[in-house]
């Protein structure tokens, strides 16, 4: 059974940055497509970024995009998410997610094989 662990998160001020990590067990991780989703107070979990199995980067939007960089060492089983410029709108919990069948672009939350259990990112003004 696969597994994700984040790390990572914390308060940091606005204009700062954040490097979160997740580490994968218990999957073959070249094999899978990995990414980022949030859930800020208050709303629903959103797409934040991915990265598939063959290197292919999406994200969100022009709201994360230049500011946010997704990427992954199939070494040490890892993805990771470069936070810079940070806004106190970023404020949310990042879960890691794990899709054997993702390809890129759209990514479902429902299609998602495996969730980390999320890490904090508190931006303060």
């Known amino acids: 059974q696969g597994q994700l662990v984040e790390s990572g998160g914390g308060l940091v001020q606005a204009g700062g940055s954040l490097r979160l990590s997740c580490a994968a067990s218990g999957l073959t991780f070249s094999s899978y497509s990995m990414g980022w989703f949030r859930q800020a107070p208050g709303k629903e979990r959103e797409f934040v970024a991915s990265?598939?199995?063959?290197?292919?980067?999406?994200y969100s939007g022009a709201t994360v995009k230049g500011r946010l960089t997704i990427s992954r060492d199939n070494a040490k089983n890892t993805v990771y998410l470069q936070m810079n410029s940070l806004k106190p709108e970023d404020t949310a919990v990042y879960y890691c997610a794990a899709e054997r069948g993702y390809y890129g672009g759209t990514w479902s939350e429902r299609s998602v094989d495996y969730w980390g259990k999320g890490t904090l990112v508190t931006v303060s003004t």
């Open positions: 990265i598939t199995k063959n290197g292919g980067v999406s």
